[in-house]
């Protein structure tokens, strides 16, 4: 049973689109994380959320966390070749244990 | 230099052998986890440590152990391999409130 479920699980798009990740859960968090990897590769921490309801901005990227700390959003703008990845959420679970998403495959066509 | 490293990076071993996967951290991190990633399988959790002396089973601890040697050393132990261990393993470390560092992750192979 997984505790984030992520979607879309596959995301092919065009370099200049705009597109949104979701991850959700029934669970409340401590805070989660989004995270990307690259094929063979760690996954690479991109942001942690921590209040309900925050937004946080890393250049192009849009984090949102749910007002009930349940739920996230990424949203990429002006997707880019160089945004292609595997892209992970992970709740922190009473400041213990994460859990992981099963991950967002994005593929930004040049 | 990178802040969490995992030796090897490859390996390919034999079923029944013992294997040993080793993860060293320079963040000063307390915690300390080992997962397992397997394609539509996302990361799954095998041990986890809060510090020298506390050790946790993770989701899948089946068939594995490990050791936490030092704050800055934790390792992970196949002691008979069998072929559906075959993944890619990442070491990973915390502090008590952000996300996680990963390692570059260790390929083994077991045949």
């Known amino acids: 049973t997984q505790l984030l479920e992520q979607s879309p699980q596959f995301l092919s798009i065009q370099e200049g689109e705009n597109l949104t990740v979701y991850c959700n859960s029934s669970s409340v968090f401590s805070s989660l994380q989004w995270y990307r990897q690259e094929p063979g590769e760690g996954p690479v921490l991109l942001v942690t959320v921590v209040t309900g309801g925050e937004v946080k901005k890393l250049k192009r990227l849009t984090f949102q966390f749910g007002d009930a700390r349940k739920d996230s959003s990424l949203h990429i703008t002006a997707a880019q070749p160089g945004d292609t990845g595997l892209y992970l959420c992970a709740g922190r679970y009473n400041f213990n244990k994460f859990y992981f998403g099963s991950g967002t495959k994005l593929n930004v066509k040049p | 230099d990178a802040d969490v490293t995992q030796t090897p990076r490859n390996r390919i071993t034999k079923t029944g052998k013992r294997i040993m996967l080793e993860c060293s951290q320079t963040k000063g991190h307390d915690r300390m986890y080992w997962y397992r990633q397997d394609p539509g399988l996302g990361l799954r959790l095998i041990y986890y440590s809060f510090d020298v002396k506390d050790i946790n089973k993770g989701e899948i601890s089946d068939g594995y152990s490990v050791s936490r040697q030092a704050q800055a050393k934790f390792s992970l132990s196949l002691e008979s391999a069998i072929p559906n261990q075959t993944a890619l393993y990442f070491c990973?470390?915390?502090?008590?409130?952000?996300?996680?560092?990963f390692g570059p992750g260790t390929r083994l192979t077991v045949t």
């Open positions: 990973a470390t915390s502090d008590s409130r952000d996300g996680q560092y």
